[in-house]
C-alpha cells in the first residue's frame, strides 16, 4: 500500500462549479500535511498547508481528518486558471522528508 | 517568486554517462532537498542535505549523490545513467534541523533525459 494515495483523475469540471478531491495517509505519525499544486511541465508550488482545525483561503478550504487519516481539498467557483495537478503531502513527525501523493488532475472547462 | 534556482533546465546525455545538476537555495534556508519526479508521478524524495551534511535518503542507489556547499547551494550527482533516470528532478529549500523541516518551496526543476 503506497503511504499517500490520491485519485489520479482526470476530475473535468465546468467553470464556477465546486470540486473536492481527497487523499489518504498510511502513517499514524504523520504531523504535516499540505497541498501543492503543479502546473504542466512546472515545479510544485504551495497551495496551503493543513491543520486539524481545517483552514480557508478564498475559494480553497483544507480539512484533516486524523481517525480516518485522509486530508481533503475543496474548490469552489473553479476558475480555469484552477486547471493543474494537485499534490497530497504528508511529512511524518520527527522527519525531515515529505511523502508526495501522485497527484490528482484537474481541468476545468469553460 | 520562491528564490530557488537550478540550472541546467533541459539537459540530455545517453546511457552510461554522468551528470552533474545545480541548485542555489533560497536565501537564509540552510536544507536542501532533492526529488526525482517521473511523469505521471509525484516527486520522490532523493537525499537531503542539512549544513553541508547528508540528512537522511530515499530508496535510491548509491550512483546517486550530492554535496551541499557553505552557501547552501547543492549539487546531484547521477552516475552510470540509465534510460529509468529521465525525469524531473526539483530540488527544494527549507529551514529546519536535523529531524524536521519547515515548508520546502521548490526550484523550476532539471528536465533530465537519457538516451
Known amino acids: 500500500r503506497k503511504e499517500v494515495e490520491q485519485d489520479p483523475g482526470p476530475f473535468n469540471v465546468p467553470e464556477g462549479a465546486t470540486v473536492a478531491f481527497n487523499c489518504t495517509y498510511s502513517?499514524?505519525?504523520?504531523?504535516?500535511f499540505f497541498w501543492y499544486r503543479q502546473d504542466c511541465r512546472k515545479e510544485p508550488k504551495l497551495l496551503m498547508s493543513v491543520y486539524s482545525s481545517g483552514n480557508e483561503d478564498g475559494r480553497f478550504t483544507a480539512q484533516l481528518n486524523r481517525a480516518s487519516q485522509y486530508i481533503s481539498l475543496l474548490i469552489r467557483d473553479s476558475k480555469l486558471s484552477d486547471s493543474a495537478t494537485y499534490l497530497c503531502v504528508v511529512n511524518k513527525s520527527g522527519t525531515y522528508k515529505y511523502i508526495f501523493g501522485t497527484g490528482t488532475r484537474l481541468k476545468v472547462l469553460a | 517568486e520562491t528564490g530557488v534556482t537550478q540550472s541546467p533546465t533541459h539537459l540530455i546525455k545517453t546511457r552510461g554517462q554522468q551528470v552533474t545538476l545545480r541548485c542555489s537555495s533560497q536565501?537564509?534556508?540552510?536544507?536542501v532537498s532533492w526529488y526525482q519526479q517521473a511523469l505521471g508521478q509525484g516527486p520522490q524524495f532523493i537525499f537531503q542535505?542539512?549544513?553541508?551534511?547528508?540528512?537522511g535518503r530515499g530508496n535510491f542507489p548509491p550512483r546517486f549523490s550530492g554535496l551541499q556547499f557553505p552557501n547552501y547551494s547543492s549539487e546531484l550527482n547521477v552516475n552510470a545513467l540509465e534510460l529509468d533516470d529521465s525525469a524531473l528532478y526539483l530540488c527544494?529549500?527549507?529551514?529546519?534541523?536535523?529531524?524536521?523541516?519547515?515548508?520546502?518551496?521548490f526550484g523550476p526543476g532539471t528536465r533530465l533525459t537519457v538516451l
Open positions: 502513517n499514524s505519525a504523520s504531523q504535516s
Open positions: 536565501s537564509g534556508h540552510n536544507t
Open positions: 527544494a529549500s527549507s529551514t529546519g534541523d536535523r529531524s524536521s523541516t519547515d515548508t520546502q518551496y
Open positions: 542535505y542539512y549544513r553541508e551534511e547528508e540528512n
